[in-house]
């Protein structure tokens, strides 16, 4: 299969820190991914809806009415989004912070911080990524 | 035979035949003379009818007499042509009517005399020798009459001459119905013209129609046509029935005209001056004359001789019958009593004879009586004659002695029982004091006929005869051996207590309760502290050594026993005569009581038992002590039996769970823990019961109104009553201190976390890629200003914790002038003035001096300063205004710091405060949450406020408010 072929995945990054969707644009910016930002739980729906992304990285505390859990609950509630890929990623560490993400059907909790690498590893090794083929060098 | 009856009874029937028979006569008497009363009375109308039929008759044959004398002078008219007046004289005096004829008071003859006659009439009878002659009364009529003749004519009759009677309605009534009729007519009661005013009486006439000769006068009209005139007579009713009944003063006669009998038709009364009208007999007559009705009333009045009617009969019959009657009564009275004395006689003759007999009877009994009383003794009994010789003995004795009868009479008792255990002189003061007539008593060791000895208590009684000799002696005797023996058995027993008593070092009391004396042993006295080794005294002793605390109680104890038989078991204490006090055990019991069960001889003993009561009390109050403890301890305490019964509870268990009477209730654990059940959440409680059954220690639960939370713990004792005891501590406090700092440190290490996410990140982006220059720049300057902030975070932390923990003991407060630390803050911040001019306005008249922290304040406006220009992105003045206030009745220092920058909603306001809470987190303003704690913590400690007021998009204020007096205390935060 060629690279030419293949099909920009979409990924929407959801964070109200500058900071913390600056670093992630750059962790996964290596030409995969089309991107998509928002800055509360409302927005991410929004975009959700449009752009049906492929991956989506989810803060829990957010501002406005939707926090991380509930994007991520209705995302896995729609029976459209089946494939879509849900990263809960937050400062919460609690176990009991864990099963409450798990309990909104995750497909995965990464704790801040976190590595990189290892998001990076996590996103690509997602069941239904499309991993046949060569990856940006960039990634260690 | 003849039993109790009394003599009476038998003539009683017989009492009540005389009364009967008396009873009876009379009634028949009564009845008798009652007929017999009757039978006067019958008699007595009947006569009286008859004297009335009598009457009438008279009075009608009267009437009818006066009746031919009119008819004669009618029957004159028809004979002769005419008659003359002198005639008529001739015709009247010849008829003699004064004499044979009572009553008429005249005999006349009224004319007919038509009107147009009437003149002619008169100057005729004027003519003949009457010139004043007229018809009167006056006036003009159809027809007229005149009484032309008129003989007797003298005195009243004069008076009668000319009248017209026809005029009259009464007369005229009577005059035409003797016209019409033909028959002589009574007119009613009319007042004659011949009355004066002196003796009035009642009046009537009689008229006979007088007819033209030769006519027919069949018919009335022919009758009225034929009539010339009548012949009458006038009566004075008086004169008329004078005579007719007797001026007899017991028959009164009256004479009504018709049939209504009153006063206006009383025609005649013979009695007219008498008004008794009390009558016995009355009857009524009518007469009927020719249609003129007269009514005769008798009246036989009670007045008068020979007027009443004439019991005398009945009274007579009367009399002699009760007259009869009680003599017959007396007559057999007199029977009646000659028969009761002969009986009377009879029956107490008879009751002497009978009561001898019983006399006799009851003698002979009551010998029979002692005698057996005397056999059936248990006491032997001895009877002997004066010279000592046994003469009878009864079968006790045979039994005590063993001698038969037959053995024992005519022997001597000294022979039979004299033992040799008395000397001589025993029996001969024995002999002396008997034979002296006194009666000896005492005891004494006799012998048996087999030979045993045994003791006896002895009376001998001399029985004197009539001139005081002794004739007898009886001698009563009790075989006391067995007495004896128990004396002597009491005796060992008694000092073998002694011994034991003295063994045991008890004190002992014996009380003679009906001598009142007590003896005391030598113990008894030692515990006292006598100094005597052992005393007998009166009750005083012992009493004198109670405690005067002790003394009622011990006294009423006493008397229970004694009159209850409540068992005497006393613990009191004694005062020593040194002085000191010892607590004893007093026991005793009453020994014996006499016949009515009153107590005579009580006997007790004492020991000393200070040491145990002082133990006692010591740990009396070392429970109560403990008991105090336990009630006031902050933790509720619960103790359960092995058979998981509550035994005790103290006072905070039961204000911790609300509960009353636990204890008193007698509740189970399973009782408990569902009264807690109704306290505390479900899964609390399963999870407490599970704990319990599974021999748990400790656990806690939480209740929900009101909301606490409650440790327990439980501790396993040997004790049956205190198996399991359970501890509850309320923690709720802690527990919310500790979730609080549980949030405190969850968030505080979240918000750790993020900047630790940029620069972790961002460091190993640049150790795994190769970044260019300008992005390697971008890069590390992230991970500079993250650095950054994180270090004043963990400063910021630091000062809040330590402030926390020191709560401001670390202050150093000096008289400070707040503008001068204000305006070090704007030089540590040294903001920008193009963008953000600061401006200063002081309007406190230079008094802003007041007790601060420097530093402390200083740092608390660099933070709000440091706020002002934050938020205002787009730039702004920052203005800061001082001035004084007087709210509260305090004076306040008031800072405001206001900006002009984005401001914030209600939400983030109320929020503003709290620590870490940013309203912007974008990133784009650089904070960590936590200024506004501390500006908040630092000017608490000062004693001040803070406020913040805030509009969107308008700016923010925020207001300090300092205590302008000496010392700081604690303030609160207000939002707005």
């Given at each position: 299969m060629s690279e030419a072929t293949r099909q920009a995945e979409k990924l929407l990054i959801v964070d109200d820190e500058g900071n913390m969707r600056k670093l992630l644009a750059v962790t996964l910016g290596y030409g995969r991914y089309k991107q998509y930002f928002a800055t509360n739980g409302t927005e991410a729906m929004a975009l959700v809806e449009e752009v049906r992304p492929d991956v989506v990285i989810l803060d829990i505390m957010m501002p406005g009415t939707l926090n991380g859990l509930d994007v991520c609950r209705k995302i896995k509630s729609d029976p459209a989004l089946q494939a879509t890929y849900v990263v809960l990623l937050t400062a919460l560490g609690q176990k009991s912070d864990r099963e409450a993400g798990l309990a909104a059907q995750a497909d995965a909790y990464v704790v801040k911080p976190f590595s990189p690498i290892e998001l990076i590893e996590l996103i690509e090794s997602r069941p239904g990524a499309d991993n046949r083929g060569e990856r940006d060098v960039v990634r260690p | 035979m003849l039993k109790n009856m009394s003599p009476r009874q038998h003539t009683l029937p017989y009492q009540y035949a005389a009364w009967l028979v008396l009873l009876l006569s009379i009634s028949i008497t009564i009845v008798i003379a009652m007929s017999v009363r009757d039978g006067v009375r019958t008699e007595a109308e009947r006569d009286f009818s008859f004297y009335c039929d009598e009457i009438l008759l008279k009075v009608q044959s009267r009437l009818d007499e006066h009746k031919q004398v009119l008819l004669g002078g009618a029957a004159l008219f028809d004979a002769s042509q005419s008659v003359e007046r002198d005639e008529w004289r001739n015709y009247a005096q010849r008829l003699q009517l004064d004499e044979y004829f009572k009553g008429i008071q005249g005999f006349g003859f009224a004319l007919l005399i038509p009107a147009k006659k009437k003149d002619l009439h008169i100057s005729t009878v004027r003519s003949q020798g009457y010139p004043s002659y007229s018809i009167w009364p006056v006036g003009r009529r159809e027809t007229y009459s005149s009484i032309i003749y008129l003989e007797p004519f003298k005195g009243r009759n004069l008076r009668a001459f000319g009248y017209d009677m026809f005029s009259e309605p009464v007369r005229h009534d009577a005059m035409s119905r003797a016209r019409d009729l033909n028959m002589p007519i009574l007119s009613g009661k009319v007042r004659l013209v011949q009355e004066t005013e002196r003796d009035v009486q009642a009046g009537t006439l009689m008229y006979v129609p007088v007819y033209k000769k030769?006519?027919?006068?069949?018919?009335v009209a022919e009758r009225r046509l034929a009539l010339r005139g009548w012949a009458y007579s006038p009566f004075r009713m008086n004169d008329l029935l004078a005579g007719i009944v007797p001026e007899n003063k017991s028959v009164r006669f009256r004479v009504y005209d018709g049939e209504v009998a009153d006063t206006q038709t009383l025609?005649?009364?013979?009695?007219?001056?008498?008004?008794n009208d009390n009558f016995v007999l009355k009857a009524e007559r009518t007469m009927d004359f020719n249609g003129r009705k007269w009514t005769l009333s008798f009246r036989q009045l009670t007045a008068g001789v020979g007027g009443v009617i004439d019991y005398s009969k009945a009274y007579i019959t009367l009399g002699s019958g009760v007259f009869a009657s009680i003599l017959l009564f007396l007559l057999i009275r007199s029977f009646q009593n000659t028969r009761q004395n002969a009986q009377r006689i009879a029956t107490s003759l008879t009751q002497e004879l009978h009561d001898k007999v019983e006399a006799e009877l009851k003698l002979n009994e009551r010998l029979k009586l002692q005698s057996a009383a005397l056999e059936a003794s248990a006491n032997a009994i001895i009877i002997t004659d004066a010279a000592g010789v046994i003469t009878w003995v009864n079968s006790a004795f045979v039994r005590m002695s063993g001698y038969s009868t037959d053995e024992a009479i005519g022997s001597r008792p000294e022979t039979l029982s004299r033992s040799g255990k008395h000397g001589d002189y025993f029996y001969a003061d024995m002999w002396k004091t008997i034979q002296a007539g006194e009666t000896w008593h005492g005891e004494l060791i006799n012998r048996r006929k087999d030979g045993s000895l045994y003791d006896e208590e002895m009376t001998i009684t001399p029985v004197l005869g009539e001139l005081g000799e002794v004739t007898q002696y009886v001698a009563v005797k009790q075989d006391i051996s067995a007495r004896k023996r128990a004396e002597q058995q009491l005796r060992q027993s008694e000092e073998r207590l002694r011994f034991v008593l003295a063994a045991t070092g008890e004190g002992v009391w014996d009380w003679d309760i009906q001598k009142n004396q007590v003896s005391h042993n030598t113990r008894w006295c030692e515990l006292v502290g006598l100094d005597e080794q052992a005393i007998v005294s009166d009750l005083d002793v012992f009493e004198r050594h109670l405690h005067p605390d002790d003394k009622p109680v011990v006294m009423q104890r006493i008397s229970a026993h004694l009159?209850?038989?409540?068992?005497?078991i006393s613990e009191h204490r004694i005062s020593r005569d040194d002085g000191s006090t010892i607590w004893v055990l007093d026991r005793g019991e009453v020994v014996s009581r006499d016949a009515a069960g009153k107590p005579l001889r009580m006997v007790g003993s004492i020991s000393d038992v200070t040491d145990r009561k002082l133990a006692q009390e010591a740990q009396a109050i070392s429970e109560s002590n403990l008991r105090l403890i336990l009630s006031n301890s902050p933790e509720g305490v619960l103790a359960l039996s092995s058979t998981n019964q509550v035994t005790f509870c103290n006072d905070q268990l039961a204000r911790m769970f609300s509960f009353q009477g636990l204890l008193s209730d007698k509740i189970s654990t399973n009782d408990f823990i569902e009264r807690l059940g109704s306290m505390i959440d479900l899964q609390d409680m399963a999870g407490l019961r599970r704990s319990l059954s599974t021999g748990s220690r400790e656990g806690m639960f939480k209740i929900i109104a009101p909301k606490r939370v409650i440790q327990w713990e439980a501790r396993e004792l040997d004790s049956q009553e205190l198996h399991t005891v359970l501890f509850f501590r309320d923690v709720t406090k802690d527990v919310q201190i500790d979730e609080m700092k549980s949030e405190f440190l969850a968030t505080a290490a979240h918000e750790l976390r993020t900047p630790m996410s940029s620069i972790y990140g961002f460091v190993e982006l640049m150790l795994t890629r190769t970044p260019s220059e300008a992005e390697r720049k971008e890069y590390l300057q992230i991970i500079y200003d993250q650095t950054k902030s994180l270090i004043k975070m963990l400063n910021e932390l630091l000062d809040l914790a330590r402030i926390e923990a020191r709560e401001g003991k670390d202050f150093k407060f000096v008289s400070s002038d707040v503008l001068g630390v204000i305006r070090k803050a704007l030089q540590e911040l040294n903001l920008p003035p193009e963008s953000h001019p600061v401006i200063l306005e002081d309007e406190t008249d230079s008094l802003s001096r007041i007790f601060i922290d420097e530093e402390k304040i200083k740092q608390v406006f660099i933070n709000v300063i440091g706020n002002a220009h934050k938020y205002s992105p787009k730039g702004g003045a920052i203005t800061i205004n001082l001035s004084t206030e007087s709210k509260d009745a305090t004076d306040w220092l008031r800072i405001k710091v206001s900006d002009h920058g984005m401001g914030m909603t209600k939400d983030q306001a109320y929020k503003a405060?709290?620590?870490?809470?940013?309203?912007?987190?974008?990133?784009e303003i650089p904070g960590t949450g936590l200024g506004l704690s501390l500006v908040k913590e630092i000017v608490h400690i000062h004693g001040g406020s803070v406020e913040l007021n805030s509009q969107v998009a308008a700016g923010t204020d925020v207001i300090l408010h300092f205590p302008l007096n000496l010392q700081p205390m604690k303030g609160d935060v207000r939002y707005e």
């Open positions: - | 030769g006519v027919s006068i069949e018919t025609l005649y009364d013979n009695l007219s001056q008498v008004s009159d209850e038989g409540e068992p005497y405060f709290e620590r870490f809470y940013r309203a912007n987190t974008s990133g």
